[in-house]
């Protein structure tokens, strides 16, 4: 079965520093997903990514798909405090399997 | 719009007894799932359902039931509860499967269950 891995399992930058979070997939990569989970709180979709080198933007947020590495990154620009958070990635091997999700990444942003 | 709906949000058990969480979406969203999160272990999938009478066994199914009798609902049944079955338990849903159709996923706020 296809396993995530996070790194790192856990951040902790300052306001206004930028941030990268990987998530390496053990089988090849048909699509990604990025989740945010703030505490307490349900699963909030980001981006999916589809093709290799595909990468997209959602405010200062950016996510790539590296296919051939079987990776994908999420980068935060000018992290805030409303970025904390749990990240999660979650992906489907074969396109039509249920998602199967890493481990989380928790993130913190001190002033 | 509701989306995803999970029923309690919180809820206690003694071991040995048995409930039922309630999941509901108005979305018409064929495919439907139960996760389960517990600390370092992230998400794992317990059961899911492709549509209304028709379900299928994730990574840890032990201990769980479930059935689909509508679209719109997919409850997930505690038969005899045992403390290695407290988390948070979230349901999931899209209108199909994956990303090969662009689809993703919505999720619920969330049960948490303390199986004492």
């Known amino acids: 079965s296809q396993e995530l891995e996070q790194s790192p399992q856990s951040l902790i930058v300052q306001e206004g520093k930028n941030l990268t979070i990987n998530c390496t997939s053990s089988?090849?990569?048909?699509?990604l997903y990025w989740y945010k989970q703030k505490y307490g709180e349900g699963l909030i979709f980001l981006m999916m990514?589809?093709?290799?080198?595909e990468e997209k933007s959602h405010e200062k947020i950016t996510a790539k798909l590296d296919e051939k590495k079987q990776q994908s990154s999420l980068h935060i620009t000018a992290s805030q405090p409303s970025h904390a958070g749990i990240y999660l990635c979650?992906?489907?091997?074969?396109?039509?399997?249920?998602?199967?999700f890493g481990k989380g990444t928790r993130l913190s942003v001190i002033a | 719009n509701a989306g995803v709906t999970q029923t309690p949000k919180f809820q206690v058990l003694k071991t040995g007894q048995s409930m039922t969480l309630q999941c509901a979406q108005d979305?018409?969203?064929?495919?439907m799932s139960w996760y389960r999160q517990d600390p370092g272990m992230g998400l794992r999938l317990i059961h899911y359902?492709?549509?209304?009478?028709?379900?299928d066994q994730g990574e840890v199914p032990n201990g769980y039931n479930v059935s689909r009798s509508t679209t719109e609902d997919f409850p997930l049944r505690l038969l005899s509860a045992a403390p290695s079955q407290t988390s948070v338990y979230f349901c999931?849903?899209?209108?199909?499967?994956?990303?090969?159709?662009?689809?993703?996923?919505?999720f619920g706020s969330g049960t948490q269950l303390s199986v004492l």
């Open positions: 999931a849903s899209s209108y199909s499967f994956g990303t090969a159709t662009n689809e993703k996923l919505f």
């Open positions: 089988k090849t990569l048909y699509g």
């Open positions: 990514l589809q093709k290799g080198g």
């Open positions: 979650g992906a489907d091997g074969r396109g039509n399997t249920p998602l199967v």
């Open positions: 979305m018409n969203h064929e495919y």
């Open positions: 359902s492709v549509g209304a009478g028709i379900t």
